[in-house]
Nanobody
């Protein structure tokens, strides 16, 4: 399964963006999907994750209260609504998927995800 991320762009600090991720083929209801990001010179870091069947979510502390991950069952897409953006949110954002159920403590590790998108650039200017 290939994942296609879209929606990145340039925005001023305090602004909002919405990222979307669609699979090349239908994914099952037991999927776990997530967003990670990687800034230049830094390691890839976890942003948010969602269990497809229950809608349960997990967020990194750095985005809690500002970002919202959601899913659209009909379109089989996962979205990341980002508000109150800060310059430190600047990064390439990647969507990821695991064809199964991950425990909460595992949802934040990129090693647990099998499918990845190509990334979409988000740049927040000060």
């Amino acid at each position: 399964v290939q994942l296609q991320a879209s929606g990145g762009g340039l925005v001023q600090a305090g602004g909002s963006l919405r990222l979307s991720c669609a699979p090349s083929g239908r994914t099952s209801g037991t999927y776990t999907k997530a967003w990670f990001r990687q800034a230049p010179g830094k390691e890839r870091e976890f942003v948010a994750a969602i269990r497809w069947n229950s809608g349960s979510t997990v967020y990194a502390d750095s985005v809690k209260g500002r970002f919202t991950i959601s899913r659209d069952n009909a379109k089989d897409t996962v979205s990341l609504q980002m508000t109150s953006l800060k310059p430190e949110d600047t990064a390439v954002y990647y969507c990821a998927g695991y064809p199964g159920w991950l425990i909460y403590s595992s949802m934040g590790s990129s090693r647990n995800y099998d499918h990845w998108g190509q990334g979409t650039q988000v740049t927040v200017s000060s």
